[in-house]
């Protein structure tokens, strides 16, 4: 079974706070993604990357960056918070690029107050 | 890059009913996929279906391809069915990305 894991449940965190979210995989997937889930928005890419080192920005990258230094790890980094990046944050993976499953981790509800 | 939308919105079913979820899709598509939203918030996975029929115990899925539509059938429901459905679809030039549809909100009473 794939396995995708978030590094927290929940995070509450203060405006200007840098913040990282991390996410693992045990599948030895090439293709990582991190989404955000808002009501009435539903969920949208905010980065992804199909390899080491390498990543591409999805439909809402802005204020957030990404950072994949081993093919198993994959994370968001918000610079300095702000109060409208509190959301949902899924993180997924899938085989390689092109036409496969997508796996989700368990999500990071992330609060900036 | 393609839409998809689900239909309807928000179901209300009596524990041992049946139902189906809709999700039209705009443009071809090469991957198709179902999820279920559990009350913590954790995507499921249930098809992956681009094209064809499958099914798993009391769900069941079938992708046309050529009429750009999805269909979830779920018989004899439980309330543990209960929570968001998704459907997800990516096309050619997406690299695999999947644009997610607004969800079906399914709520299974005892």
């Known amino acids: 079974d794939v396995k995708v894991t978030q590094s927290s449940r929940y995070l509450v965190k203060r405006t200007g706070e840098k913040v990282f979210l991390e996410c693992v995989q045990d599948?030895?997937?090439?293709?990582m993604f991190w989404y955000r889930q808002d009501p009435g928005l539903g969920l949208r890419l905010i980065y992804f990357?199909?390899?080491?080192?390498?990543?591409e920005k999805g439909d809402i990258p802005e204020g957030y960056s990404v950072s994949r230094e081993k093919k198993e790890r994959f994370s968001l980094i918000l610079e300095s918070a702000s109060t409208n990046q509190t959301s949902m944050y899924l993180c997924a993976s899938s085989l390689a690029r092109g036409p496969y499953e997508q796996y989700f981790g368990p999500g990071t509800r992330l609060t900036v107050t | 890059g393609i839409q998809v939308e689900q239909s309807p919105p928000d179901l209300i079913l009596q524990e041992g009913a049946n139902s189906t979820l809709r999700c039209n899709f705009s443009?071809?598509?090469?991957?198709l996929q179902w999820f279920h939203q559990n009350p913590w918030g954790q995507l499921i996975n249930l098809f992956y279906?681009?094209?064809g029929t499958k099914q798993n115990g009391r769900l069941s899925a079938t992708t046309v391809a050529t009429e750009r539509y999805s269909l979830l059938y779920i018989s004899s429901s439980q309330t543990t069915d209960s929570g968001v459905y998704f459907c997800a679809a990516a096309y050619g030039g997406s690299q695999g990305n999947l644009i997610f549809g607004k969800g079906t909100k399914l709520s299974v009473k005892p």
């Open positions: 279906i681009p094209s």
């Open positions: 990357s199909y390899d080491v080192k390498m990543k």
């Open positions: 443009d071809s598509v090469n991957n």
């Open positions: 599948m030895d997937h090439e293709n």
